[in-house]
């Protein structure tokens, strides 16, 4: 669901707190999917397979990265509201933030693109059982 609506300064920290426990959330994804991708790479020795799971390797190095990349905007975005309101309370709460709509947008590709390599993941994992 797209929510183009840009709130106020005060509105923006809960959303801050759910991107950023949405980012932790994938973080400690990824630390499960990379062990399970090693748990394969220590049982198979066959070369389709290994050279499938080096790919998935590489994308979850993409994938962290795209996670830290947009962890640093969101708290920077955090910083820049925290020293607005230091500067002025009370203009604060009446200032939008229209940066922060981008970086909804950026979290909710991250999403979707992580959705989808998760279950290319979860896909290799199960034929790579069989």
Known sequence: MKNNKVPHGEEW???????????DFCRDEMRLL???????AGTQKEQEIMARLEQLQNQLIVQKEAHDILLHDI???????????????????HRKFPEGAEL????????RLYARFKETVMQ?????RA
């Open 13 to 23: 920290h809960s959303e801050y707190n759910e991107w950023k426990s949405t980012l």
């Open 34 to 40: 990379g062990k399970r991708l090693e748990e394969i």
């Open 75 to 93: 708290n920077a975005f955090e910083h820049r509201l925290e020293e607005s309101y230091r500067g002025n309370p009370v203009a604060f709460t």
């Open 104 to 111: 909804r947008e950026k979290l909710e590709q991250f999403r």
């Open 124 to 128: 290799f994992a199960a034929e790579a």
